[in-house]
């Protein structure tokens, strides 16, 4: 089997994962290139060791390197707004961008729910860590009863968030809070993060709050076992996806002011609340960083795919 050649720009944590993720798990890529700007980087360094081609001059040098030809996936580990860049740089090479940035320049896509549809595109985009953790629940709900209303809350060890998260903050909320609606599902959506500072460090912790029209109680036996057939499928990508506890579903007091959250006047009955866990595989990063492997443990997956549907095309 020919395996598919793939880059990754940025050699910091994300990319570093990344990087080991494919050496050391992967079906049908091999890596092609680590890209980064600073020569002392410990990713490119780790790179150089492994074999790996490497270069610090950025998106340029990928570009300049040899074997930049057969190089069909090129993943993007670095920020929002370098993304926007290194998009316009490559696109004209017709290679496939897997955005691990909240750009959101191409189509969300969490693999879990809708990896399938956007399999041609040329660019498309990761979400965020607390996306990656939450929009299968919102989706998994969604399926089931209407969605008025879906916020999460995405808990983070603040050791996990190096210079990019911390410098992607707002695109974190903007475009967690889009895809929880597009991908989703939900009528309307909102994001926050948390960077919990707790010593000894804490893996992942994310919580999703659905406001649903489930008045049925067959309803919510239907609407707790989609959340755990999805948890399912998550976890076979991130094996460290987990439910903390039992789906919670209360009636929503009639006097609670939930009309506030609301796109219009059709009040839900019910809230959904799902606590969940996320903790990291340690390939690179330590095992509480698990937002940052849901990321690349996500994008390798489309990478799979893409690679898997090139291969029975052939």
């Known amino acids: 089997?020919?395996?598919?050649?793939?880059?990754?720009?940025?050699?910091?944590?994300?990319?570093?994962?990344?990087?080991?993720?494919v050496l050391r798990t992967s079906t049908h890529l091999e890596m092609?290139?680590?890209v980064g700007i600073d020569p002392a980087s410990d990713g490119l360094a780790r790179a150089a060791r492994l074999g790996v081609p490497i270069t610090a001059e950025g998106v340029e040098g990928l570009v300049s390197m040899p074997g930049f030809d057969d190089i069909e996936i090129v993943f993007d580990a670095t920020s929002?707004?370098?993304?926007?860049?290194?998009?316009?740089?490559?696109r004209p090479f017709g290679?496939?961008?897997?955005?691990?940035?909240?750009?959101?320049i191409g189509p969300y896509v969490v693999p879990a729910v809708n990896a399938d549809d956007h399999m041609d595109?040329?660019?498309?985009?990761?979400v965020t860590c607390g996306g990656q953790a939450t929009i299968p629940i919102v989706a998994a709900v969604s399926r089931v009863a209407h969605v008025a209303y879906a916020e999460i809350v995405a808990s983070i060890a603040s050791k996990s968030a190096g210079p990019g998260t911390r410098a992607n903050i707002d695109e974190f909320t903007e475009t967690t809070s889009a895809a929880i609606v597009s991908v989703g599902g939900a009528q309307r959506g909102k994001a926050i993060i948390i960077l919990n500072p707790a010593e000894p460090p804490l893996v992942m912790r994310d919580t999703v709050f659905c406001l649903v029209d489930a008045p049925d109680p067959v309803v919510h036996e239907q609407l707790r076992q989609s959340i755990q057939a999805m948890v399912a499928d998550v976890a076979a990508y991130v094996p460290g996806y987990r439910l903390e506890q039992k789906?919670?579903?209360?009636?929503?007091?009639?006097?609670?002011?939930?009309?506030?959250?609301?796109?219009?006047?059709?009040?839900?009955?019910?809230q959904v609340s799902v606590f969940l866990a996320v903790e990291g595989a340690a390939h690179y990063l330590p095992a509480y960083a698990g937002n940052l492997d849901i990321m690349t443990s996500a994008g390798l997956q489309i990478a799979e795919r893409i690679a898997q549907r090139k291969e029975l095309a052939r």
């Open 1 to 21: 089997m020919t395996k598919v050649k793939v880059a990754v720009i940025g050699s910091g944590n994300i990319g570093t994962d990344l990087m080991i993720k």
């Open 121 to 126: 595109a040329p660019n498309v985009n990761m």
């Open 95 to 104: 290679k496939r961008l897997i955005d691990l940035t909240p750009a959101a």
């Open 80 to 90: 929002a707004k370098a993304h926007l860049s290194n998009d316009a740089r490559l």
């Open 247 to 270: 789906v919670q579903i209360t009636e929503i007091p009639a006097d609670q002011p939930v009309h506030t959250l609301l796109a219009d006047g059709r009040r839900p009955t019910h």
């Open 32 to 34: 092609g290139a680590l």
